[in-house]
């Protein structure tokens, strides 16, 4: 069983920044890819940004040129850099990775973006 924990949400102002991080209790590099869902109340859960095994990012057409999502082989962790912030980010984020169409969730961290 693979575990996902996920950290570094919180409140923030518009404008500012946050950085999530989520680290895998194995080598990241043995799935598919890996990435960030959200969730605002009413809404559906969301891609926002996935990184694939060779390295290719992509990312929901809502925060590109804001967000960044990297990984460390390393420390077996991928983050999700949050930039220029808006309130319309507010949600819960979740870190997933993908084997095939098996998927494996984190807990989810709060994200509010509010003044």
């Known amino acids: 069983q693979v575990q996902l924990v996920e950290s570094g949400g919180g409140l923030v102002q518009p404008g500012g920044s946050l950085r999530l991080s989520c680290a895998a209790s194995t080598n990241i590099f043995m799935f598919n890819d890996m990435g960030w869902y959200r969730q605002a109340p009413g809404n559906q859960r969301e891609l926002v940004a996935s990184?694939?095994?060779?390295?290719?990012?992509n990312y929901a057409d809502s925060v590109k040129d804001r967000f960044t999502i990297s990984r460390d082989g390393a420390s077996n962790t991928v983050a999700l850099q949050m930039n220029t912030m808006k309130p319309e980010d507010t949600a819960i984020y979740f870190c997933?990775?993908?084997?095939?169409?098996?998927?494996?969730w984190g807990q989810g961290t709060q994200v509010t973006v509010s003044s």
């Open positions: 990184i694939n095994v060779g390295g290719i990012t």
């Open positions: 997933y990775a993908r084997t095939l169409r098996h998927y494996d």
